[in-house]
């Protein structure tokens, strides 16, 4: 069984229920899901004053247990078309991994939000992608397998690259059913390439 960490940074409660998502992929494909988060840098008071999400449950992760795990499902929403900074900042502090190749050969995707339809996505989600690939991380995308990559039929989010979803300029759009599907197919695609690689 591979387990699988589903790591994530969420200021206002998008990527925390995408995040939920990928861990019930990760399950559905008969891996151990654990549920984790960044830390926040911005000042509580600043973040109570911007309506933030500070509620969530998930403990917080430290950089130097990534080594335990069997693959990687990392979430952030978009800065300007990059990972957030407290995504940034905590992946900053895998130099030691990095430096004993802790992390080679092991399966890692990526999954975002974004305000607009295209606010940068695709970007933030290889931006996440240059990171795992400096690992020597095997980067695992969103295949057009899941049809909801395909349909027309709504707005929606999600890019071969990864899971994604859309939570307006104001935040109150939801992660839809269909993005949620999609991050679960990618949770479950991730946790089955896991368990041919760990052999």
Not at 32 to 49: C, S
């Given at each position: 069984?591979?387990?699988?960490?589903?790591?994530?940074?969420?200021?206002?409660?998008?990527?925390?229920?995408?995040?939920?998502?990928?861990?019930?992929g990760?399950?559905?494909?008969?891996?151990?899901?654990?549920?984790?988060?960044?830390?926040?840098?911005?000042?509580?008071?600043?973040?109570?004053q911007?309506?933030?999400?500070?509620?969530?449950?998930?403990?917080?992760?430290?950089?130097?247990?990534?080594?335990?795990?069997?693959?990687?499902l990392?979430?952030?929403?978009?800065?300007?078309?990059?990972?957030?900074?407290?995504?940034?900042?905590?992946?900053?502090?895998?130099?030691?991994?990095?430096?004993?190749?802790?992390?080679?050969?092991?399966?890692?995707?990526?999954?975002?939000?974004?305000?607009?339809?295209?606010?940068?996505?695709?970007?933030?989600?290889?931006?996440?992608h240059?990171?795992?690939?400096?690992?020597?991380?095997?980067?695992?995308?969103?295949?057009?397998?899941?049809?909801?990559?395909?349909?027309?039929?709504?707005?929606?989010?999600?890019?071969?690259?990864?899971?994604?979803?859309?939570?307006?300029?104001?935040?109150?759009?939801?992660?839809?059913?269909?993005?949620?599907?999609?991050?679960?197919?990618?949770?479950?695609?991730?946790?089955?390439?896991?368990?041919?690689?760990?052999?």
């Amino acid at each position: 069984m591979a387990k699988i960490l589903v790591l994530y940074y969420s200021g206002w409660g998008h990527i925390e229920q995408m995040a939920k998502a990928a861990c019930e992929g990760v399950r559905e494909a008969g891996g151990e899901a654990v549920l984790k988060r960044v830390p926040e840098l911005v000042p509580e008071d600043v973040a109570k004053q911007s309506y933030m999400k500070l509620d969530q449950d998930a403990p917080i992760a430290s950089p130097n247990e990534l080594a335990d795990y069997d693959g990687f499902l990392i979430g952030s929403p978009t800065r300007f078309g990059n990972m957030a900074a407290q995504m940034r900042n905590f992946l900053d502090q895998t130099g030691g991994l990095w430096a004993k190749g802790a992390l080679v050969g092991k399966p890692a995707g990526a999954f975002t939000s974004t305000a607009s339809q295209h606010g940068g996505q695709e970007t933030t989600l290889t931006s996440m992608h240059t990171t795992f690939l400096h690992h020597g991380m095997v980067v695992v995308g969103l295949p057009y397998t899941t049809p909801d990559l395909t349909n027309l039929d709504e707005v929606s989010g999600g890019t071969p690259y990864g899971a994604s979803t859309l939570a307006a300029g104001d935040g109150s759009r939801q992660p839809s059913e269909a993005e949620l599907r999609m991050m679960r197919f990618q949770a479950a695609h991730l946790t089955r390439i896991a368990d041919k690689l760990k052999g």
